[in-house]
């Protein structure tokens, strides 16, 4: 069973930058696409990012052009870099692969 862990959430001010990063177990890695996630308290989950297994991205309205999405697969691993933070970005931020599984997140917090 494959498991992800992100890392990399924390307490930023609007404007600022924060990176979160997702490891993944198992084999395969690069088989998969891999995507980050996000749920706001009291809104439904929503897509931030994805990267297809064949490199290509898509990116949420939301957050295009603030946020880029990679991937290593390398190391079983891929990040999230935030930039342009805004308060509307908070939220708990979730790191999977699509229909296999899904990290526990990690919060993100954008207040000043």
């Known amino acids: 069973q494959v498991q992800l862990v992100e890392s990399g959430g924390g307490l930023v001010q609007p404007g600022g930058s924060l990176s979160l990063s997702c490891v993944a177990s198992g084999s395969a890695f690069s088989t998969f696409h891999v995507a980050w996630h996000r749920q706001a308290q009291g809104h439904q989950r929503e897509i931030v990012a994805q990267v297809y297994r064949n490199g290509s991205t898509y990116y949420g309205d939301s957050v295009k052009g603030r946020f880029t999405m990679s991937r290593d697969n390398s190391k079983n691993a891929m990040y999230l870099q935030m930039n342009s933070l805004k308060v509307e970005d908070t939220a708990k931020y979730f790191c999977?692969?699509?229909?296999?599984?899904w990290g526990h997140g990690t919060q993100v917090t954008v207040s000043s």
């Open positions: 999977g692969l699509p229909g296999i599984a």
